[in-house]
């Protein structure tokens, strides 16, 4: 087939090369990998070939990412930002947990730093105190995000709530029952926790053979059964 036109879209100031062919019926966005050039792979005859035969039975958007191929290089990538609770030491915090994940990496990272595309990796952490009742994690846009601590095996385990728009959202993840919860997820739109049947215990010892009173024992010291679930939608009504 003929090479299709590239044309341009703007993402707010970044200009995203995309070309559209094809006369299938459905609409097909082809998200190609890191390293692209939506005219330079027309050069390839397999390659060509391929978005030939996708071409047959779809309306393909092909496009280069931003910062590769013919969209704008210079684009001034925004760290990857992330919100969490610090731990009772240091490194049992989120910035602990981040710095871990990037020594993992540390191979994969400077591997690529022998390829012209090598930003997009930053990350900034906001680490915040995990024993803080009500203290604001996040406050932009319109978003309000505050959290507060939960008990769950060791100190760090928090709870959420996002206010936006006149909506609320709580979100408490693993932990004990305990009387934050419903003091800061009163009335919200969605109540979101955690439960743990009263059949799990059973279940487990049939499949690990575990015995039942050490998983309940669990249970109760770092989760939430099922009749203290009840009891916590009672107290917080959600909507």
């Not at 958007?61 to 684009?75: A, C, E, H, W």
Request: aromatic share 14%.
């Amino acid at each position: 087939m003929e090479r299709p036109r590239t044309h341009y879209a703007k993402a707010g100031d970044i200009h995203i090369a995309y070309q559209v062919f094809g006369t299938g019926p459905i609409d097909l966005l082809w998200a190609q990998v890191w390293a692209t050039h939506i005219e330079f792979a027309w050069e390839s005859p397999d390659y060509a070939r391929f978005l030939t035969k996708i071409s047959r039975f779809a309306r393909v958007i092909f496009f280069d990412k931003r910062g590769v191929g013919m969209s704008d290089r210079d684009v001034g990538y925004t760290p990857l930002r992330i919100h969490g609770p610090s731990g009772r030491m240091p490194e049992l915090g989120t910035a602990g947990l981040v710095k871990g994940m990037q020594q993992m990496l540390k191979w994969h990272l400077e591997a690529f730093d022998v390829f012209p595309i090598g930003d997009g990796y930053e990350i900034e952490v906001n680490e915040f105190d995990f024993r803080q009742e009500g203290g604001i994690v996040y406050d932009q846009d319109g978003v309000t995000v505050r959290s507060w601590p939960r008990s769950h095996a060791k100190d760090g385990a928090v709870g959420y709530r996002l206010d936006w728009n006149g909506l609320s959202f709580v979100w408490t993840g693993d932990g004990r029952p305990d009387e934050l919860s419903p003091k800061y997820g009163e009335g919200v739109d969605v109540f979101v926790t955690e439960m743990s049947g009263q059949d799990i215990g059973q279940l487990m010892t049939y499949k690990y053979g575990i015995p039942q009173d050490l998983f309940n024992y669990t249970i109760d010291t770092h989760h939430t059964s099922h009749y203290a679930v009840d009891k916590l939608f009672a107290d917080t009504r959600p909507r």
